[in-house]
């Protein structure tokens, strides 16, 4: 019996999104992974860290899959129940949760952390990125890149401007300002395909600067016409935006 639009949507309104867990897409949706693999980079660093800070942690995800955590391991989040979250799963580690935001002033001392990381951050504070990182100490991120999702972004809001802060160029620019040296920096686009309207709807909820000010009910005739495309052609195609920036601090 074909599940209808109104099922699929209500299950997705139902589905909970505390935490930054995409568990609840498998098999409804998939995306590529950037070559880096990232978590891989950041474990390997966390290996040789001392004092290691990550910024905009989400639930926690990333840094409670480490094989080794530093001895001092601070994470910031500013979203509540995300806070909540990233305290269940770091906190029997030994990590620090702290609930701050990252935009303006860092609660942190000068040149005390040796790595400091960010996935996905919605935006970098370069200079107090800089301030807190001691000389010889690094920052390495996986960030949102251009474009990201565009195609899904203008079939709910039509079309939209170029260009885009999110640019690698960009953030090297910014890491140079706050006197940090930048020794890699990749850009790829990945291919992300979503298999219903459900899967659509419920990372509209969680990736809420895709369609900002997302609702079910305000993009109603959007979401009945991209059930219908998906179930045409099987699915819906997309391009997520990634890049990798990585800078030291001179010592």
Not at 15 to 26: C, H, R, Y
Not at 193 to 201: I, L, M, Q, T
Not at 225 to 242: K, N, P, Y
Request: proline share 7%.
């Amino acid at each position: 019996m074909e599940v209808t639009i109104e099922e699929l949507i209500a299950e997705a309104e139902a589905a909970p999104i505390d935490g930054w867990d995409f568990t609840w897409l498998e098999g409804r949706a998939t995306e590529d992974r950037p070559s880096w693999r990232y978590a891989d980079r950041v474990a390997e660093r966390a290996a040789r860290a001392s004092r290691m800070l990550d910024l905009q942690s989400g639930g926690g995800e990333m840094l409670a899959g480490l094989p080794y955590v530093p001895p001092l391991m601070v994470a910031t989040e500013d979203y509540p129940p995300n806070v909540v979250v990233a305290g269940r799963r770091l906190l029997p580690r030994g990590a620090h949760i702290v609930a701050a935001r990252d935009a303006g002033t860092l609660p942190f001392p000068s040149a005390v952390f040796d790595l400091v990381t960010s996935r996905h951050p919605v935006d970098t504070c370069w200079e107090e990125i800089s301030r807190v990182v001691r000389p010889g100490g690094r920052y390495l991120s996986q960030q949102v890149g251009p474009d990201s999702l565009r195609e899904l972004s203008e079939l709910m809001l039509g079309p939209l401007p170029a260009g885009s802060k999110r640019h690698p160029e960009l953030a090297r620019r910014g890491a140079e300002a706050a006197g940090l040296v930048v020794e890699d920096l990749r850009h790829e686009r990945l291919r992300t395909v979503f298999y219903d309207v459900g899967a659509v709807v419920y990372f509209l909820r969680l990736v809420v600067w895709i369609v900002p000010g997302f609702t079910v009910a305000g993009f109603s005739e959007q979401l009945r016409a991209l059930h219908e495309q998906i179930q045409r052609d099987g699915s819906f195609v997309a391009f997520a935006s990634r890049f990798l920036i990585e800078a030291s601090k001179p010592r």
